[in-house]
């Protein structure tokens, strides 16, 4: 192989490749021949999200698999530059939390503090075994029957064997402790290994301990994270860091389809940071009082008082009484909401507010604050609804399905309606909380024109959905056609607000 | 079982080796349960104050800690004002909690913690930030609840 033909044969090949690679290009592959091949960190079985749009990040999934090969592969290397055997370089970068730089430095530099600290103690290695013993007393259960089966970590603190298996079922079962599991005695720090797992624990509760390990392993690393949906084992992967969250909403879709937030791990909310998401749901639990009939689904028609229940998504009302039409959100006139000057979104801060009048500002803060959350809970509210009825819908149409004569595929069009409805209503949501931090100025009244064009374009599509059945059919294409317009507007917003923050050009209110 | 065993073993030791200022009681039919008295020491607030502390031995015992629960009102960061009266700090937290832990080792941590609360390990945060930042007051307040409640 190092022959020097082979090198000779090789060089030419190298320098053939050199012409089209930069010289980098081919110092890399040399370097690579060296090396095994690389089966590496990002190069899994995981779904690569391409960088589309500026409000979209890049972002891969993993699964339970992947993420134990990404260890044992962490803890192989380790354990080949270390020279130390692979159970104790697991414990070694699990104590450092998978920081391998720092392990293998700090390593070289004190290795018998590094291993004392990581509770590996110094001295020989060798392979666990129980012991027994002729005259033992263990001081956890005070059995001293002779020929008691005994078992010690390298610290040599030894008892019998089955108050060891007891304290660690103890520990992995009802405490969820895995990785830093230490001796039973009082004041060693001795991390009890995989190995020792192996030997002392049932198969059952061995698997346990690997999903806490797995799960720490998550934990410990930054760029890695659960799905929060319950019961999905997927974790993401994202190089955002928490210091660029006030600059950019890192939203990731899970391959169970969950959407959220990788910095704060709540639900999607973009186009609004992280910490704006923060305070306002702290200042909505704290004037959740004051707020509370916003939420109630029954309101009075502005024209005649009778009680209108809302159960659809839809905002556009028509009282059954009076025929009178209103906006659900503002109570004003459903026929002004299509013109250009009429501001349903828009707060009017009004002006003639006396400034030293105490009580006149405080309520001109609680009418601005009430304008923006009754709008929120509204979007929530309606999305909620929207779904609810497209369940009922979705039911009906497979009964429906041979008397209106619709194929299974052909209603699909009803499913992707729904899923850019419940996306784009809970951007709209966000909207709200995100106008109500920020400065009035250009950028703003842009952002709520944008704002206007996404919440007329849902209230259409969410006004179809609460079609008979049996009326849906015909309007399948523009059902069709608005689905894709709601997705437009919603990209517009996103789009533009991911910039203007990104360049630090959105300004915030103070407090 | 486990538990009544370790619970007598501990017994005779502590009857052998008894620790200042702390008596235990014990009803010979429920061995996972001892009454402890212990005296306020000098030189604290506690001082001339005589403290009742339960000591309750989980069936999982030594695997799961014992639970100490105070029966005599005390004016203390690490110990809860309420009916309860728990301490949960430091080795007899579950997650530090190690079975060959002495009980001779606990109630020399009670004794330690009485004379030098943590306020950093707190139950009681409000207690606990009077202690660090008016202490004055917080030794009067905890000397009037040792005259008020802990008085034989
Ligand atoms: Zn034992
Ligand atoms: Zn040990
Ligand atoms: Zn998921
Ligand atoms: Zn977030
Ligand atoms: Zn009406
Ligand atoms: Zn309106």
Redesign the pocket.
């Known amino acids: 192989m190092d022959s020097d033909d082979e090198m000779s044969g090789l060089s030419s090949q190298d320098d053939f490749r050199g012409d089209l690679d930069s010289d980098g290009g081919s110092l890399g592959s040399a370097f690579d021949d060296e090396d095994e091949p690389d089966v590496g960190f990002s190069q899994d079985k995981e779904i690569v999200k391409h960088k589309k749009r500026s409000y979209e990040v890049e972002y891969s999934i993993y699964g339970p698999a992947d993420i134990q090969a990404q260890q044992d592969k962490q803890v192989e290397e380790v354990s080949q530059i270390l020279g130390q055997p692979v159970a104790a370089s697991a414990i070694l970068l699990r104590h450092l939390r998978w920081n391998k730089e720092r392990l293998i430095e700090s390593y070289m530099e004190r290795q018998e503090a590094v291993l004392d600290i990581a509770g590996l103690g110094s001295g020989s290695v060798q392979s666990p075994r129980t012991h027994v013993m002729k005259n033992f007393t263990c001081t956890i259960c005070y059995d001293d029957e002779p020929g008691t089966t005994t078992y010690a970590l390298k610290c040599g603190h030894r008892y019998c064997v089955d108050c060891y298996r007891q304290y660690l079922a103890t520990k992995i079962q009802d405490e969820g402790e895995a990785a830093r599991i230490q001796c039973p005695t009082q004041d060693c720090h001795q991390v009890v290994d995989s190995k020792s797992m192996d030997l002392l624990v049932t198969a059952e509760l061995k698997a346990r301990y690997e999903i806490l390990l797995t799960r720490t392993y998550v934990d410990d690393i930054e760029k890695l994270k659960w799905c929060p949906a319950p019961n999905c084992e997927y974790a993401v992967q994202c190089e955002i860091k928490p210091r660029e969250l006030s600059r950019i909403v890192p939203t990731v879709e899970c391959a169970c389809h969950h959407r959220f937030c990788f910095g704060c791990t709540l639900q999607d909310h973009q186009p609004t940071p992280c910490m704006l998401v923060k305070k306002w749901l702290k200042k909505c639990e704290d004037d959740s009082e004051t707020a509370n009939w916003i939420s109630a689904n029954t309101k009075e028609?502005p024209?005649?008082q009778?009680g209108i229940e809302k159960n659809g998504g839809c905002n556009h009302m028509t009282?059954r009484?009076?025929k009178?039409e209103f906006c659900w959100i503002c109570m004003g006139l459903w026929s002004e909401h299509g013109q250009s000057w009429y501001n349903c979104n828009r707060f009017e801060e009004k002006s003639g507010v006396n400034g030293r009048d105490a009580q006149a500002k405080s309520r001109a803060a609680l009418d601005r604050y009430l304008h923006y959350y009754n709008r929120y809970a509204t979007h929530e509210l309606s999305a909620k609804l929207d779904k609810d009825l497209y369940v009922k819908t979705e039911r009906k149409m497979i009964n429906l399905q041979a008397a209106s004569g619709l194929s299974w595929i052909e209603v699909q069009f009803l499913d992707t309606a729904s899923k850019a409805l419940q996306q784009c209503r809970q951007s709209l949501k966000w909207t709200y909380a995100f106008a109500y931090y920020l400065k009035r100025n250009n950028m703003t009244e842009m952002f709520e024109d944008n704002q206007k064009d996404l919440q007329m374009a849902v209230e259409a599509l969410s006004e179809m959905f609460e079609k008979p059945v049996t009326e849906l059919k015909p309007l399948k294409v523009e059902i069709l056609d608005k689905t894709a317009y709601c997705n437009k507007r919603r990209e517009i917003l996103l789009e533009d607000a991911a910039d203007k923050l990104k360049k630090g050009e959105q300004l915030f209110r103070e407090n | 079982m486990a538990a009544q065993k370790r619970s007598i073993k501990e017994l005779t030791m502590l009857n052998n080796d008894p620790i200042d200022g702390v008596e235990i009681d014990h009803d010979d039919k429920d061995m996972l349960t001892w009454k402890i008295t212990i005296t306020g020491l000098e030189e604290t607030p506690y001082e001339g104050g005589t403290f009742i502390l339960h000591v309750t031995f989980p069936n999982d015992y030594p695997f799961k800690a014992p639970v100490l629960s105070f029966k005599t009102k005390i004016y203390h960061p690490n110990i809860s004002n309420d009916d309860k009266g728990s301490m949960c700090l430091g080795l007899l937290r579950p997650d530090s909690w190690k079975p060959s832990t002495r009980m001779t080792t606990v109630l020399a941590f009670v004794k330690q913690i009485l004379t030098t609360p943590e306020p950093d390990e707190a139950i009681e945060v409000n207690i606990a930030k009077e202690f660090k930042d008016n202490n004055k007051e917080f030794t009067k307040k905890a000397k009037e609840w040792t005259k008020k409640y802990a008085k034989r």
Request: net charge positive.
């Open positions: 028609c024209k005649c009778s009282c009484k009076c009178h």
